[in-house]
């Protein structure tokens, strides 16, 4: 029997009160009315190096019906900013794990950074989080990629047109073995101008997220046309097989 297919409107790429830089509105409820409003179905919570706040926003999300990956930007050792998604809270918290024994025994000075603050499905206060997530791993580019493909999760290499902390601006190319499906454009950068500046990317399938330390930053300029929002359909998009695929504004 052939799947049924629909269509996912996403953003894959945004941070919540425990990410360094994050307004205090980005809490569980407030991004999900926002998805709401801007048609999305499907989100990913990737906060700077952890996880902490993506169980309130899977919790959040079911709610009102839109599908929450857990997921995180991880930091590099070559500061290279990597959007790391996976199905399932055990597999993002294990990755979690491996991140936080990888990251430099730091602590957050809010004066500067700002609270990181964990929270509830309702944006009440848990607990602060008193690492210094806005670091670099010991993780290399190729390593994160491997591990997190271990767990059974898929790595975007994010922003890659930005000027720093991307893939071209702090390597200078894409390694042609890396395992990635995809490439993440900024709010910045339409798909033709990207192709355009960087030639490097015209062969890897493209998406826009609003990497979003705000409301107004949410993105909904990426469709997917898949059987269900997993990380598995995902990959079937990317690579254009069995009828899903993806679409970018």
């Not at 918290?93 to 500067?112: F, I, M, T």
């Amino acid at each position: 029997m052939t799947a049924a297919l629909g269509y996912y409107t996403a953003d894959l790429h945004l941070h919540t009160v425990l990410s360094p830089g994050a307004e205090i509105e980005m809490i569980p409820p407030l991004i999900i009315q926002q998805a709401v409003r801007r048609g999305l179905r499907l989100l990913a919570v990737t906060d700077h190096n952890s996880v902490e706040n993506a169980a309130a926003m899977i919790e959040a999300g079911a709610g009102e019906g839109i599908t929450v990956l857990p997921g995180m930007e991880l930091q590099t050792r070559e500061e290279v900013h990597l959007i790391c998604l996976f199905d399932r809270l055990e597999q993002a918290l294990q990755w979690q794990a491996r991140v936080y024994a990888c990251l430099p025994a730091l602590k957050n000075n809010e004066e500067v950074f700002g609270s990181q603050l964990v929270v509830d499905a309702q944006g009440n206060f848990i607990a602060f989080q008193e690492r210094f997530l806005l670091a670099s791993t010991t993780f290399s580019v190729e390593d994160a990629v491997h591990e997190v493909g271990d767990l059974g999760g898929m790595v975007i290499p994010a922003h890659v047109d930005r000027p720093a902390f991307s893939l071209l601006s702090n390597l200078g190319f894409i390694p042609p073995a890396l395992a990635v499906p995809a490439l993440e454009l900024s709010i910045r950068t339409t798909p033709a101008e990207g192709r355009r500046r960087f030639p490097q990317v015209c062969q890897w399938p493209l998406i826009c997220d609003g990497d979003a330390h705000r409301l107004d930053e949410m993105q909904n300029r990426t469709l997917f046309k898949i059987e269900r929002p997993t990380i598995a359909e995902l990959r079937l998009a990317f690579a254009g097989q069995d009828g899903r695929k993806v679409l970018l504004e």
